[in-house]
């Protein structure tokens, strides 16, 4: 299972166009809050066996990811909300990040940067830090860069590979993100839920 992990205030939009095209690349293998838990359910235990059952969790991090904060009159206004220890979306990743069966994967979405090791450290995410980053960008239209897009699923592949032969037979059908600009006619290489 391929784990999105995100800030609902930072990246929710691109993660909605991320999860899209993630699953025409690997059907049945991705898991977003959003979509997969009804108000009925009890999402604290169903996130945690989605979790669970994960082998890479692809943590999401956009231009507001460190910063975003509860407001006024919340008693923890203006804390940044990772460094809560009941933040859904740190309890996600230091899960993922204990557990040496699975991959922690940075996403970062277009110009945003990754913390220092030394912030994220105050929020028990030093080892994040650590990581190789990904980045993925999208255009005025919304549409993910393909190459960057392709890097993404490439390295999912390296670092899973019981996902290659999903990944192999998109790109024989070439389903995939398509840029709307001058670059588009080059080929496929052209440029109820948890608060969060």
């Known amino acids: 299972m391929i784990f999105l992990s995100y800030r609902e205030q930072d990246t929710n939009t691109f993660v909605e166009l991320l999860e899209q095209h993630l699953k025409r690349v690997f059907p049945n293998y991705v898991f977003r809050d959003k979509k997969r838990l009804e108000g009925s359910q009890d999402f604290q235990q169903d996130l945690n066996d989605a979790l669970a059952q994960s082998d890479i969790v692809l943590v999401v991090v956009g231009e507001q990811w460190q910063q975003c904060c509860f407001k006024p009159p919340h008693p923890k206004a203006y804390v940044p909300k990772l460094m809560l220890d009941g933040d859904w979306v740190r309890h996600e990743i230091t899960g993922a990040l204990k557990d040496s069966s699975k991959t922690v994967l940075p996403v970062v979405h277009n110009m945003a940067e990754l913390p220092s090791r030394e912030w994220l450290e105050c929020c028990g995410l030093g080892k994040l830090g650590m990581k190789q980053i ?60 948890v608060d969060r």
Not at 138 to 153: A, M
Not at 174 to 184: F, L
């Open 134 to 193: 990904v980045r993925v960008r999208d255009d005025q239209f919304n549409e993910l860069h393909v190459s960057d897009f392709k890097k993404l699923c490439q390295t999912i592949v390296d670092k899973t590979p019981r996902y290659r032969p999903a990944f192999d037979l998109w790109l024989k059908t070439g389903d995939g993100p398509q840029q709307r600009n001058s670059e588009s006619n080059r080929g496929p290489d052209a440029a109820t839920h």
